[in-house]
């Protein structure tokens, strides 16, 4: 485990405990994000992974624990980190476009009171290209398909330039087009350096898209690298015996165990 | 139809405080919070009551703090019976403002026995009177320009925040920009708005005002500061025509149904009225338009 005051560890979580009222949700959550690796948190519904992410932002306030992003309070990190939150959690019928939502990535940097000028709006539209949207700029949003809202808010994350990424099911009910987007970016964001945390819900895809990941139900279970952490017995661990899951999460690891023969192969 | 000063003083007076209430509307709504200008203009009433009760006059200043406690209070209790009680928050406004409305009329009542507060007065307000001034420039004609023009500057220095923290209130606080810290301070301004408002127009205006012209203005346009001048360009619009309607047309209606004593009607009502047959106009042809194969407003692919 790393020192919580590590500075190069993007995000760490200690003792976590979060509750609505006097529900537990998360429940001495112990997180490690490490540097430059893409990193899954997975877990059935209702297992606090969105919780937790939000508790760490301050989002919501938390019961107990610690959280530190590269060693320090969240207040002293913002610059550093990106959030997206889930796509349905606002109005696509909201009177904004494309570029202007995309803008809004830039606004810590202009502060208080200052308008969008021409120069955040050219970093906006170039975000937009990064996924794929060029042509889709001052389209209003609620002309956009899910899967283009969805990369609407990736380029917003994209813009503020982070060096950490926390992505709250990005690739949920997306297009094809939308995912293999998505798996670029990540993956273009890791070859420089950057760091993401994705809650994500297709367990069949964790060991392609993701280097590590945290299992959690309401606490975590295990966290590692896929490859050791990964496994049917820690799936089990946190699901449960739940059948059709289980068959899913055995297909996965598999699926995880040739892909990883044929890597050792190469 | 007898045009006179008095006239020209009301139709100033009505464009500017409907100015001022459509830019706080029009983000009310955006938060789906329009109905929160009904809650604050009955909610002030204990506001306005206690701080009589507490400083035994009816100046301005004390019934402004009080109003706008009261208008902050109705925010904040809305959202914590909404938070803890886990009610919808519809439900949550019409509990906290119903409360402190009814509080204000038991407090009134208590009042009333010592001084003339008139429920009536707080409610309805009177544009045509409150225009009667000794001085050259009334003087709700000027409170009403002060407001539209700190409504508008606010507007202007926080369009990036308000639009934000409307849109996207989580992204807004992971940011740095308190969402919660930027609904409160247009609650603020809502509150504000009401009571200087309300005194010269009445709550019925006040409450038109601040959801009708952004709700006509966003059948039309979705863009954000289209949308905010276009519902500028309704509100005036409503008050010029409410109040030539209020003057001419109970005269015809008298000479059409043979009872020509009949004399004007209530300015700010007919205002408030005005307000929402444009709406009917404007929803109706945006109807026509879409129905026609004209661009929409939004159709989801």
């Known amino acids: ?266 | 139809m007898n045009w006179t000063e008095l006239d020209t003083w009301i139709v100033i007076t009505g464009v500017l405080v409907c100015l001022a209430c459509a830019l706080p509307g029009a983000f009310l709504m955006l938060n789906r919070q329009s109905m929160l200008g009904d809650g604050i203009s009955h909610a002030v009433l204990p506001g306005l009551a206690i701080a009589f009760l507490l400083t035994h006059s009816r100046d301005i200043l004390p019934m402004v703090v009080g109003a706008v406690v009261a208008g902050v209070l109705t925010a904040v209790l809305t959202q914590a019976v909404q938070r803890f009680g886990q009610v919808e928050s519809g439900a949550a406004l019409g509990v906290v403002f119903c409360g402190l409305f009814a509080t204000g009329l038991i407090l009134i009542r208590v009042a009333s026995d010592r001084v003339d507060l008139d429920a009536d007065c707080v409610l309805y307000g009177s544009i045509e009177t409150a225009v009667v001034d000794v001085a050259r420039v009334p003087r709700v004609a000027l409170i009403s320009g002060g407001l539209f023009l700190v409504n508008a500057l606010l507007t202007v220095l926080f369009y990036k925040e308000l639009r934000l923290a409307a849109f996207d209130p989580a992204l807004a606080t992971t940011l740095g920009f308190n969402a919660d810290a930027i609904r409160l301070g247009l609650t603020l301004v809502a509150s504000v708005t009401t009571v200087l408002a309300f005194e010269s127009v009445g709550s019925i205006l006040v409450i038109a005002m601040l959801v009708v012209p952004a709700a006509t203005a966003s059948l039309l346009t979705s863009n954000l500061s289209r949308l905010l001048v276009t519902a500028m360009l309704f509100a005036a619009a409503s008050a010029v025509l409410g109040h030539i309607g209020a003057i001419t047309l109970p005269g015809f209606a008298g000479r059409l149904l043979g009872h020509p004593g009949l004399g004007a009607t209530s300015s700010a009502a007919m205002m408030a009225v005005t307000a929402g047959i444009l709406f009917l106009l404007v929803w109706v042809f945006s109807m026509w338009r879409d129905s026609h194969g004209r661009p929409q407003r939004s159709t989801p692919t």
């Not at chain 1, 606002?90 to 803008?103: T, Y």
């Not at chain 1, 503020?160 to 997306?174: G, H, I, K, N, T």
């Not at chain 1, 945290?214 to 952490?229: E, F, H």
């Open chain 1, 1 to 266: 485990m790393n020192s919580i005051e590590s500075s190069h560890v993007p995000l760490v979580i200690r003792d976590l405990n979060v509750a609505y009222q006097t529900k537990v949700v998360v429940w001495d959550a112990d997180f490690d994000a490490p540097p430059g690796k893409l990193v899954a948190i997975v877990g059935p519904n209702g297992a606090g992974k969105s919780t937790m992410l939000k508790a760490a932002l301050g989002l919501i306030p938390i019961a107990s624990g610690s959280v530190r992003f590269f060693g320090l309070p969240y207040e002293k990190a913002r610059h550093r980190v990106a959030y997206v939150p889930q796509r349905e959690t606002v109005d696509w019928d909201f009177p904004v476009s494309a570029v202007d939502v995309v803008a809004m990535g830039l606004y810590r940097r202009l502060g208080w009171c200052l308008p969008v000028r021409r120069k955040e709006l050219d970093q906006a539209r170039a975000a937009l290209a990064k996924v794929g949207l060029s042509d889709y700029a001052s389209r209003q949003i609620s002309q956009l398909s899910g899967g283009q809202q969805q990369r609407v808010f990736l380029a917003r994350a994209l813009a503020q330039d982070a060096d950490l990424y926390l992505m709250d099911e990005p690739f949920a009910s997306v297009d094809a087009a939308t995912e293999r987007a998505i798996v670029d970016v990540l993956r273009e964001l890791r070859s420089r350096g950057k760091t993401a945390v994705c809650v994500h819900h297709d367990l069949p895809t964790v060991p392609e898209y993701f280097d590590h990941v945290a299992l959690l139900n309401m606490r975590v279970v295990s966290q590692g690298p896929v490859d050791k952490t990964f496994t049917a017995e820690n799936l089990r661990k946190t699901y449960g015996a739940r059948l059709t899951l289980l068959e899913e999460a055995a297909q996965a690891v598999e699926r995880a165990r040739v892909s990883a023969q044929h890597r050792a192969t190469l």
